[in-house]
């Protein structure tokens, strides 16, 4: 054991007014850590079907952020000489098909997998996408109808899928002889580093350094060839693999020797990470019913799945926050908070209602929201609750 959040809800399962008064599923969310291959991981994993249901309300191009880590990507995979024009780029859990679209843009031919209805939205935006999940099934019918995929991709996906050893075999089947998988995942550096805790939750079932993926890509017959750390999502680790035997790029030795100097696979250093979530937990509250207490209103801005995992550890409720204010046009525009039943509302209301706080609940892309806040005429302090809760005017 690592640390324990509780029992909390699925973190994408937002209610609408009716079911707050219904029962609410909670599981166990704990990260642990395998003292065999040094992975860490949650201890319970929840169905899949009911943490990636048909209604999935996430979507990849809603995120300023994300599209451009995936414009980048497109291109550094082509200036690498890893894909040219017409070649097979296949994204597994493509979601509404944003990452797609720019190596459609460079000429490649593109095909994702997507459980949820983002796929219907995929479609009609032309990016051919089967609406199941990735299975030796879907390998079969992609492989049939294009051939096989020079690059492969998994962007916050490839630690959702339980079955780490059968999503590989099905990764490799579908990979050309010389293609390349590319994943990107939360990286354990940045969780530690930065106290991001609240990236976990009931979808990632793994939180990846290099070593652990080392050992499960060579039990494949595959071998990691390059390696980053990238801010996508707050600071993932974007990896390189292959078939066969490979060395690894320097930067991608670097950044394990980086991992071992600072005492990622340690466990005095993973029980300090605990205890410093523990107490950024309390400050946060400390420093919300200080609020409260003096007569303030606090709204948060946004409504992303990581903040559900903050709100619910350190329950900050609907009695603390009025409501949160997400993009027009996202989906959970209407519908309330799992387990902490915050109201959320479009964005506009921020600058109706005029809180005095805003808790920055994406706080990992504060600096970036707080300029667009103020432009648009909000006039309050914003709160930035990890890793050091503060107020910013």
């Known amino acids: 054991m690592v640390l324990s959040l509780g029992n909390q809800p699925i973190v994408q399962n937002y209610l609408t007014a009716k079911e707050l008064v219904e029962a609410e599923a909670t599981y166990p969310l704990a990260m642990v850590r395998c003292t065999r291959c040094e992975l860490l991981q949650l201890n319970y994993v929840v169905d899949p079907k009911a943490v990636f249901p048909n209604k999935y309300p996430y979507r990849s191009g809603l995120t300023l952020m994300l599209i451009r880590n995936f414009e980048q990507l497109a291109t550094t995979l082509m200036d690498a000489g890893y894909y040219k024009k017409d070649d097979l ?33 995929a479609n009609r935006a ?11 099934s879907s390998v079969k019918k992609i492989i049939k109808k294009y051939g096989k995929a020079q690059v492969v991709t998994a962007t916050n996906v490839f630690a959702h899928i339980s079955d780490t050893n059968t999503l590989t075999k099905n990764i490799k089947a579908l990979m050309a002889r010389d293609g390349v998988f590319v994943s990107e995942s939360q990286y354990v550096g940045d969780i530690f580093h930065k106290l991001e805790f609240d990236t976990i939750y009931h979808e990632h079932l793994r939180f990846y350094a290099l070593k652990p993926l080392m050992h ?9 060839v390059d390696a980053e750390r990238i801010g996508a999502a707050g600071g993932s680790i974007r990896v390189f693999a292959k078939i066969g035997k490979h060395s690894m790029s320097k930067r991608g030795r670097e950044l394990m020797a980086a991992e071992v100097k600072a005492g990622m696979y340690n466990t005095k250093k993973l029980k300090e990470f605990a205890a410093h979530v523990h107490g950024a937990k309390n400050d946060l509250m400390a420093l919300l019913l200080k609020l409260k207490k003096e007569g303030k209103t606090i709204a948060g801005l946004t409504s992303s799945a990581r903040s559900n995992t903050l709100l619910g550890f350190a329950h900050i409720d609907n009695t603390l926050l009025d409501f949160a204010g997400e993009k027009t046009g996202s989906p959970k525009i209407g519908l309330y908070t799992p ?22 609940l994406s706080w990992h892309i504060a600096y970036d929201l707080i300029p667009i806040m103020k432009k648009k005429g909000y006039k309050g302090k914003f709160i930035i609750p990890l890793p050091t809760p503060k107020v910013v005017k």
């Not at 499960?216 to 990691?224: D, K, N, R, V």
């Not at 387990?339 to 920055?360: A, F, N, Q």
């Open 89 to 121: 780029v296949v994204d597994i859990g493509s979601n509404d098909g944003t990452l797609l679209k720019p190596f459609k843009a460079r000429g490649a031919r593109v095909a994702g997998v997507e459980p949820t209805n983002a796929a219907k939205d």
């Open 126 to 136: 032309k990016i051919p996408t089967l609406q199941e999940f990735f299975s030796a």
């Open 216 to 224: 499960l890509f060579a039990a494949h017959g595959m071998s990691i």
């Open 339 to 360: 387990g902490t039943h915050v109201p959320v509302v479009d964005e506009s209301e921020i600058l109706k209602r005029r809180p005095d706080y805003l808790l920055m």
